[in-house]
């Protein structure tokens, strides 16, 4: 199947291969854009493959994930075997996963191209007007908190974040900014200097959430989906991924390295748990 759009990169959202998530999503996106890069394209086409009950909820996820990109996008529908990006034989693979950073980096070794996600320009407009509520510095932060609530699982640590804001976080100079809607880790008190980015004060979209992330002056994270955002930006980060979360992935993608090879000097995901002194170490490593 190929586009009707002659300078369009075809992708191919397969969701019978893997369930719909925002890091997914991500992850097909920048490799678009780093195609489109390549090939001289101006558009992207999503061919999507799955149940018409799922339909609506892809639609969503579209329209904030490619529709917040630089790169026009069209969603179509497909069957099994449509042609495009990732190729039918690498979506065949039994490890497969959309969410996998092997062909990102596969891309930037062969091209030298960083994956950086390139934002519309209201897109960018909206994160910089956000941006503009904080006149100090501003740091991003997402804290999973999703069931079964475990460590193993890189939920966060209550405790251990609040102890750290409450050390950290002062209103108008050093500002963290909750991305998401996971609910406040047990634990977790919200204080100033310390937002929700879908709160009423701000009710920020998630597409200006995840691009402002490339704006801000650092993130700090449980390693989750909305976490791409900063591995595909300039924004100086540090994420944590517990070691037993995702174990055989994280040794194929990273071996015993601490930072992708797309990655800056301050850009690192850390396979450790967050606890107080290790998270006092991240954000030296971002402030300095």
């Known amino acids: ?23 997914g999503a991500l992850v097909l996106r920048q490799e678009g854009e780093m195609l489109a890069r ?5 558009a992207l086409t999503v061919h999507l493959i799955g149940p018409e009950s799922g339909r609506q909820a892809a639609e969503r996820m579209a329209q904030t994930i490619f529709g917040s990109s630089e790169y026009p996008y069209r969603l179509v529908s497909a069957t099994e075997g449509a042609e495009g990006w990732p190729p039918a034989a690498v979506r065949a693979e039994p490890v497969f996963s959309y969410f996998a950073f092997s062909r990102t980096i596969a891309l930037h070794a062969q091209t030298g191209l960083k994956p950086r996600l390139q934002w519309r320009e209201p897109q960018r407009a909206s994160a910089l007007q956000a941006r503009r509520h904080f006149p100090g510095r501003l740091y991003c932060v997402h804290l999973r908190s999703v069931a079964p609530f475990a460590p193993e699982e890189s939920n966060a640590d209550g405790p251990a ?3 750290f804001f409450q050390r950290r976080a002062v209103a108008g100079q050093c500002d963290f900014l909750l991305i998401g809607d996971d609910p406040l880790p047990s634990g977790l008190e ?9 709160g009423r004060e701000l009710n920020l979209t998630l597409a200006t959430q995840l691009a402002l992330i490339g704006i801000c002056d650092g993130f700090l994270g449980m390693a989750s989906g909305l976490c791409t955002a900063a591995n595909f930006s300039d924004t100086p980060h540090v994420i944590f991924k517990h070691p037993a979360h995702h174990a055989a992935e994280m ?7 601490n930072a992708y090879p797309f ?9 450790a748990e967050a606890i107080d002194a290790v998270l006092n170490q991240a954000f030296r490593l971002l402030s300095t």
Not at 190 to 198: C, E, I, M, V
Not at 251 to 257: N, S, V
């Open 190 to 198: 919200l204080r100033p200097g310390l937002t929700r980015a879908s």
């Open 38 to 42: 390549l090939q001289g394209s101006s």
């Open 263 to 271: 990655a800056g000097k301050r850009q690192q995901l850390w396979r």
């Open 1 to 23: 199947m190929k586009s009707e759009t002659v300078d369009a990169v075809d992708l191919v959202w397969d969701l019978t291969r893997e369930r719909l998530t925002i890091g």
């Open 251 to 257: 040794a194929r993608e990273l071996g015993t390295d």
């Open 161 to 163: 974040w609040n102890a």
